[in-house]
């Protein structure tokens, strides 16, 4: 393969594909259906106010990726980042970190497409179990494979279609709603004020940690910069804006579905550990449970694709700059996408679904791994709050802006401590070794053997980190 061979197919995806893509990973249905219930339980009828709170709380750090994007468009994203703004040794452990947060990421979509399946071929009347469980993982990884192993352009047609589809139904559930109710009826303004949470601002604090987390996802944007069209425009103004489109709709949707049920029936569902929006649909839509259903199926499979993307780009951009085996550097010829490294996404998905799932159960699995993803999340966005200032400091100080890489860095830098502080040694802390203490105990064993891996690295190669990594060859992102 000629060095041109081992590159990523540049100019592929264009700003509405990428934006597209930091959206369906945020996915604005998934978002509603797995935090709307949670977030009512302690903000009450103020949760709109919480996704607007949460929207401008996600801004910093967005900016801090929009920021160091323009000036280092890298597959390898924080990795490649933290490489050159500190050094080689933090880069490293970094990328070990980005790639645990990714792959961990892939692990939860196949899950709730088959928790999506199996409630679907309950309404068609089937007895389903495990065995059905197996079967749906099988669907959506081969639907996913379809487009991901064949490069950016059928990917960002899937990315789309899915998005435009799962945003298209939870909005018409939530004008139905409206047009049911009366639309001078529903606008109540009490829905925008702290009064309106039960529990006062602890409500909504506590409201709050579900809200940014509903974010979680959009930096996927950023492993996409070498296949992107002029990446240094294009992938900042697409990680602004997807955070932006989809916190906007999570407003506007959560301000009418509050309006479908007394507040007393929607957290009854949430403490009976089911979806509220399913028993909205089941109010306005008499068998809209069926269409929520596979709204959600479609949702996973768009965020299935949007995961298997970024985590197969770290590896490649890992490997690439030799820091994980040659071999996964390499890019298929026909359709310059890094097909090993995508081998080993799909392998590692199968093997951490279905033995977990099998001994514990599913959904159990699924807000295990779910755990573990914001621990991992959080930890990354740290490390690029500190990026942003400390780049710009060093290689492009006549360009150093106080306010958009001093005061943005060190705003989501407080946030992002707090959340690892609050959700994880606090909260998380608290709970029992299964459900709580043994994800912390998980993140942070996986960042210490990526400590020890960079150590061995640094002995068994030590011009490895006497190089830059190998974004550096920009030509082609000019």
């Known amino acids: 393969m000629s060095e041109s061979e081992n590159k990523l197919k540049t100019g592929t995806w264009g700003l509405v594909g990428v934006t597209a893509l930091g959206a369906v990973m945020m996915s604005p249905a998934l978002g ?115 487009f991901s192993y064949r490069g950016g352009n059928v990917s960002e047609k899937g990315s789309l279609a899915g998005l435009i589809i ?60 070498e296949e992107t069209k002029n990446p240094k425009k294009t992938i900042p103004r697409a990680i602004i804006l997807s955070c932006v489109i989809v916190g906007i709709y999570w407003i506007i949707v959560s301000w009418a579905y509050l309006g479908a049920l007394p507040l007393s029936e929607i957290t009854n569902a949430v403490k009976a550990d089911s979806v509220p929006v399913v028993l909205i649909a089941k109010k306005f839509w008499g068998a809209g449970d069926i269409i929520i259903i596979i709204t959600g199926m479609i949702a996973s499979l768009g965020v299935y694709l949007a995961t298997i993307l970024g985590s197969s780009r770290v590896i490649y951009s890992m490997a690439r700059d030799g820091v994980m085996a040659s071999s996964l550097g390499k890019l298929n010829s026909r359709f310059l ?72 860095g060190f705003i989501s830098l407080v946030v992002n401590l707090y959340l690892l502080y609050k959700a994880f040694f606090i909260d998380s802390w608290r709970n029992d070794w299964l459900n709580g203490k043994s994800v912390v105990a998980f993140a942070i064993l996986w960042m210490t053997i990526g400590f020890f891996y960079v150590i061995y690295l640094k002995r068994r190669s030590p011009n490895l980190f006497m190089k830059k990594a190998s974004y550096l060859d920009t030509n082609n992102y000019k």
């Open 32 to 146: 509603i259906f797995g935090n709307f219930g949670p977030m009512t339980l302690t903000a009450g009828s103020a949760t709109p106010m919480i996704f607007l709170i949460a929207l401008i709380v996600t801004l910093p750090t967005a900016i801090c990726y929009a920021m160091v994007s323009k000036e280092l468009p890298s597959s390898g994203s924080a990795y490649t980042w933290l490489w050159e703004a500190t050094n080689p040794l933090i880069g490293i452990w970094i990328g070990w970190l980005l790639f645990g947060f990714f792959i961990v990421v892939v692990f939860l979509q196949p899950l709730l497409f088959g928790l999506f399946f199996n409630d679907l071929l309950r309404l068609l009347g089937v007895e389903a179990g495990f065995s059905h469980f197996i079967i749906s993982i099988v669907i959506s990884s081969s639907i996913v494979a379809f």
């Open 166 to 225: 799962q945003m298209v139904i939870v909005l018409a559930l939530a004008l139905t709603i409206v047009i049911s109710i009366g639309i001078r009826e529903h606008l109540d303004l009490s829905d925008l004020i702290d009064s309106s949470s039960g529990a006062g601002m602890k409500g909504i604090s506590q409201a709050l940690i579900f809200g940014v987390l509903s974010f979680t996802g959009f930096n996927v944007i950023a492993n996409m910069a």
């Open 337 to 408: 996408t890094p097909w090993k490294a995508l081998h080993v996404t799909f392998l590692l998905t199968f093997v951490f679904v279905l033995l977990p799932s099998a001994i514990f159960g599913i959904y159990f699995t699924y807000m295990w791994w779910g755990k573990a993803v914001v621990f991992f999340a959080v930890v990354i966005y740290i490390f690029v709050s500190i990026a942003n200032p400390l780049f710009f400091y060093r290689y492009k100080k006549q360009n150093f802006s106080i306010f958009w890489n001093g005061i943005m």
